[in-house]
């Protein structure tokens, strides 16, 4: 029997697969096309972005967008392609911010999620100051049973450095959630 998360994941991308033929907005194309991978559909796409911003500047312009949909085999057509870059590109500068981009790419949570992550946010602040630190993390966390410390091949710390990059911003790392 598949686990609850694998089960849910199949369920989304299939449900994608389904709307994408009921959909005549782009942006909304893109996005049941990044989930219709899976969940990491959309972080996927992110990656591409982050490999080909060679300059650092979290920014695309049109052609480096079409490439990196190009690159992770997301098909649109051009015109499509340019009505989302559109909407993306506020200011008419000829670039997009790809994190700010794929936060609104991403479906909106439920009511019910959002309170659950609200209730493990609290638990896991500890001083209660709207900040999760690594100190209130390392509090909560155990290494002990992740696959590459019960090898030998990392330990405690390395453990905990990979776990915390989960939530850090790849360009912005205060160790702060």
Not at 55 to 77: H, I, M, Q, R
Request: net charge neutral; glycine share 6%; aromatic share 10%.
């Amino acid at each position: 029997q598949m686990p609850g998360t694998a089960r849910h994941d199949r369920d989304m991308a299939l449900q994608a697969r389904r709307n994408l033929s009921k959909t005549t907005d782009p942006v909304e194309k893109l996005r049941l096309l990044c989930l219709a991978r899976g969940s990491a559909g959309i972080k996927g796409l992110g990656r591409v972005f982050r490999i080909m911003d060679d300059n650092n500047s979290k920014t695309l312009d049109f052609e480096e967008f079409v490439k990196g949909l190009n690159d992770y085999a997301v098909t649109l057509d051009k015109e499509e392609a340019q009505k989302i870059f559109q909407r993306f590109d506020k200011d008419g500068s000829g670039t997009i911010n790809f994190d700010e981009f794929l936060v609104k790419l991403r479906p909106p949570m439920s009511n019910a999620r959002k309170e659950v992550v609200m209730q493990i946010f609290r638990k896991l602040d500890k001083t209660g100051d709207g900040v999760i630190t690594i100190e209130d993390l390392r509090v909560v966390f155990n290494a002990k049973y992740h696959s590459k410390y019960l090898n030998g091949d990392w330990t405690e710390d390395q453990v905990f450095k990979a776990f915390l990059d989960n939530f850090d911003s790849p360009y912005d790392k205060d160790s702060k959630v």
